[in-house]
């Protein structure tokens, strides 16, 4: 399954996007969410995350300006980012983790999305 991700593009710094995830189906039972992000030659990083009954957790480079929410409604969740910074200028990857449940018991899947550009110009 592909996760659709959108709302990146090219900003300029200072500038306030919203990126954009949706669940994988009607089915799926979330247990946590996260944005990573990668730039080129780097491993990806956690930016943001809300376990499960836990507490959210955020990167110290985006602590106060980047703030990760879930729509259950809508079945989706969000990165609002704010005060951009030629720093932030990545790849975002969207994340779910959870599981489908059945008669057989729960099978745990891991999503990701395709990624979504994010380009701070100054």
């Known amino acids: 399954v592909q996760l659709q991700a959108s709302g990146g593009g090219l900003v300029q710094v200072g500038g306030s996007p919203r990126l954009s995830c949706a669940v994988p189906?009607?089915?799926?039972?979330?247990?946590?969410i996260g944005w990573y992000r990668q730039v080129p030659g780097k491993e990806r990083d956690l930016v943001a995350s809300?376990?499960?009954?836990?507490?959210?957790y955020y990167a110290d480079s985006v602590k106060g300006r980047f703030t990760l929410s879930g729509d259950d409604a809508k079945r989706s969740m969000y990165l609002q980012m704010n005060d951009l910074k030629a720093e932030d200028t990545a790849v975002y990857y969207c994340?779910?983790?959870?599981?489908?449940?059945?008669?057989?018991?729960?099978?745990?899947?891991?999503?990701w999305g395709q990624g979504t550009q994010v380009t701070v110009s100054s």
């Open positions: 994340n779910f983790k959870g599981y489908y449940s059945d008669a057989w018991g729960d099978d745990e899947r891991d999503y």
């Open positions: 189906g009607r089915t799926f039972k979330v247990r946590d």
């Open positions: 809300i376990p499960n009954n836990g507490s959210p």
